[in-house]
């Protein structure tokens, strides 16, 4: 049984001394591959590294976090635009809005997250959207630049089962992490009466740990537990939550 981590930041600093191990564990759990969004060029060499000494495991996006549009932010996506141009990613991501933080680069988040959307379009890449606090507003956004050619992941999300359905008219994947396994999450309920074919699996390693792993380091071995209880929210086997979200991720980056 092959599953796909579609978001883990394995090149963080957090895993610097067992690395190996962490992907080993991974490895044994039936995680197949790992898929590394970007964040800003202060990670870009660990993250092109990572990828570089497990080739066909881990796989680079290229994006600017929002939470990284600082005073700075137009010398990062000169960044980002000329590693685009230079190679190929197999994603733009991750990229949005984050309200959650700091609202004080509200506009220069949006200006970042339509610009990089843009540049997705242009390479023919699919987009991983962070959306904390902005949900709605990102959907929005995704409507504006949406003519038939524009896919790929809202990430972590934790919303409605309207906002859900918004997102999947779109032409969108929902990213289902850890926070599906926690006792007030609403996402049981959300997700029950949504098809597993608009669903992918992540971690968001080394956040958002799932139960019973609270409170520490999350790493991508740990996608077990996340898909258990999708299986269990849908009712049906392990292997068929398997199947058809790694089929989907397929779908998503290639």
Known sequence: MQIVDT?????????????????GRAVEEGVDRFYLPAIDSESHQAMLDLETRFPGKCIAMMGLHPTSVKENY???????????GKRKFVAVGEIGLDF????????QQAEAFHQQIEWALHYRLPIVIHSRESMDECI????EHQKGALGGI?????????????IIDAGFYLGIGGVLTYKTSTLPVVLKDIPLEHIVLETDAPYLPPVPFRGKRNESSYL???LEKLAEVKGVSKEEVAKITTANAQKIFG
Not at 7 to 23: E, M, N, Q, R
Not at 74 to 80: F, H, S, T, W
């Open 74 to 84: 137009k010398e990062e996506l000169a960044i980002i635009a000329d590693w685009l």
């Open 154 to 166: 809202f990430h972590c999300f934790t919303g409605t089962e309207a906002q859900a359905r918004q």
């Open 100 to 107: 959650y933080w700091d609202r004080a680069f509200d506009n």
């Open 224 to 226: 077990k537990y996340v």
């Open 7 to 23: 978001h883990t930041h394995l090149y963080s600093k957090s895993f610097t001394g067992d690395i190996d191990a962490v992907i």
């Open 140 to 143: 929005g956004i995704v409507r």
